[in-house]
């Protein structure tokens, strides 16, 4: 069974422009989580996408969004990028959420 | 919410020496608890859990124990090799339905060979 997907691997983008990322879980889960891993502050909990429905939602601020679609990828979007974004995005999925979680590779983003 | 201490955050132990990592929970609900284990640029992998009707479990050199009373749970390595070099993230969790695991801040394992 393939595992979870993540893409871009990496990114580059400047202050102040927006970013979206991409998430493809593994086949027959319906539960995507993001969080957001930086040194020091362990794994951040952003979001949780259940059955294309926001089900649970972390402590950041309205810049970060995201969706599900029909076959459960899960797209994330930060708007208006600053510097103390820069950070390793990792997308977990499970089956039905609070069960085993299995992390993507991850999506570098650096904020110059 | 949920809240999770881990403890320590920097652990150095010779090869073949054994090491504890121990983590501590709040929500008296919680009763599913993984470990992961996470490689230097590599993605988070589910390494062992435990659920609350159980007080220990085992998987070759890693064990889990959990004191529900207490509540924390522990991660045990024996035999510790290199290739055990990595951070672990302990995680607390009610299991099922809409309940996302509230994650440590990580141990830095270094094993000396």
């Known amino acids: 069974k393939a595992g979870v997907t993540q893409t871009p691997r990496y990114l580059i983008k400047t202050r102040g422009q927006q970013v979206t990322l991409s998430c493809s879980p593994i086949?027959?889960?319906?539960?995507v989580s993001w969080y957001q891993q930086t040194p020091g502050q362990g794994l951040q909990f952003l979001f949780e996408?259940?059955?294309?429905?926001?089900?649970n939602k972390g402590n950041f601020p309205g810049r970060f969004s995201g969706r599900q679609f029909s076959n459960s990828r899960s797209e994330m979007n930060v708007s208006t990028l600053e510097l103390g974004d820069s950070a390793l995005y990792l997308c977990?999925?499970?089956?039905?959420?609070?069960?085993?979680?299995?992390f993507g590779p991850g999506t570098r983003l650096t904020v110059t | 919410g949920e809240n999770v201490e881990q403890h320590p955050s920097t652990l150095s132990v010779q090869e073949g020496d054994s090491a504890v990592i121990k983590c501590t929970y709040s929500?008296?609900?919680?009763?599913?608890f993984p470990w992961y284990k996470q490689e230097l640029g590599k993605r988070p992998q589910l390494i062992i859990d435990?659920?609350?009707?159980?007080g220990e479990k085992k998987d070759q050199r890693i064990a889990v124990t959990l004191n529900k009373t207490a509540k924390h749970f522990s991660l045990h390595i024996t035999e510790t090799q290199p290739e055990d070099s990595a951070v672990y993230f302990c995680?607390?969790?009610?299991?099922?339905?809409?309940?996302?695991?509230?994650f440590g801040r990580g141990t830095s394992l270094i094993v000396h060979p």
């Open positions: 977990a999925s499970s089956l039905n959420g609070g069960n085993e979680q299995y």
């Open positions: 086949s027959g889960h319906r539960s």
């Open positions: 996408y259940f059955s294309e429905t926001q089900r």
């Open positions: 929500d008296s609900a919680s009763n599913y």
């Open positions: 435990i659920r609350s009707n159980v």
């Open positions: 995680a607390a969790s009610r299991s099922g339905g809409s309940y996302i695991p509230t």
